[in-house]
Nanobody
Framework: QVQLVESGGGSVQSGGSLRLSCARSGIRFRDSCMAWFRQAPGAKREGIAGINVDGSRHYAESVNGRFTISQDKSKNTLFLEMNSLKEEDTAMYFC????????????????????????WGQGTQVTVSA
């Protein structure tokens, strides 16, 4: 059974930084694409960063240059380093497995619900204030 547990969320002022972690069990890193999604109140869930099985990293335009996705395979943990945070980054952040970046991009322009794909954690809240 795949389990994903996020941590590291919290409240921070604009311009600050946070580091999210996602502890994974039940699936091996090398066998799975990993991605981070976020969902603001009233908004669609959006994919913001992903690592494909080949190790390639991908970012949404809204976070490119500010966020960094990485993984520690020895600890089976996925990370999202978030710098230069903005108020519009306020959202619930979710770790996912088995959603490759090509699917993330397809979901962005689809009526399909992202939660119907892959595996999801319970989410961690990030709040950025002015």
């Amino acid at each position: 059974q795949v389990q994903l547990v996020e941590s590291g969320g919290g409240s921070v002022q604009s311009g600050g930084s946070l580091r999210l972690s996602c502890a994974r069990s039940g699936i091996r890193f090398r066998d799975s694409c990993m991605a981070w999604f976020r969902q603001a109140p009233g908004a669609k869930r959006e994919g913001i960063a992903g690592i494909n099985v080949d190790g390639s990293r991908h970012y949404a335009e809204s976070v490119n240059g500010r966020f960094t996705i990485s993984q520690d395979k020895s600890k089976n943990t996925l990370f999202l380093e978030m710098n230069s945070l903005k108020e519009e980054d306020t959202a619930m952040y979710f770790c996912t497995a088995d959603i490759c970046w090509e699917t993330v991009q397809a979901l962005a322009v689809s009526q399909s619900l992202p939660r119907d794909f892959g595996y999801w954690g319970q989410g961690t809240q990030v709040t950025v204030s002015a």
